[in-house]
């Protein structure tokens, strides 16, 4: 099983920057897909952004040009860069994995606890 802490959540003024850290750990045997989910206030959680084993990313047309998506497969590691936050980017920031869990195993899906960001205008 997957535990995902993240990081790197607050408060900042519109045009501000923040960066997203989330750390896997646990017993499996590959991490599939990394992404961000967010989920505002009476909204339902939605895709930020994601990013494949092999790098491949995509993005909410939402965030294009304004965030960016990493990973460091070594470390089980996944940031999100954002830039240039608007006071709608305000949510509670989710970290999310698919992976497997050994050999043939099925994909499992893991989540965080969520993070707090808050983009004040």
């Known amino acids: 099983q997957v535990q995902l802490v993240e990081s790197g959540g607050g408060v900042v003024q519109a045009g501000g920057t923040l960066r997203l850290s989330c750390a896997a750990s646990?017993?499996?045997?590959?991490?599939?897909?990394m992404a961000w989910y967010r989920q505002a206030p009476v909204k339902q959680r939605e895709l930020v952004a994601v990013?494949?084993?092999?790098?491949?990313?995509n993005y909410a047309d939402s965030v294009k040009g304004r965030f960016t998506i990493s990973r460091d497969n070594a470390k089980n590691t996944v940031l999100l860069q954002m830039n240039s936050l608007k006071p709608e980017d305000t949510a509670v920031y989710y970290c999310?994995?698919?992976?497997?869990?050994?050999?043939?195993?099925?994909?499992?899906?893991?989540w965080g606890q969520g993070t707090q960001v808050t983009v004040s205008s």
């Open positions: 999310y994995t698919r992976s497997r869990y050994g050999p043939g195993s099925r994909e499992f899906d893991d």
């Open positions: 646990g017993i499996f045997y590959t991490i599939n897909n």
């Open positions: 990013v494949t084993s092999g790098g491949t990313t």
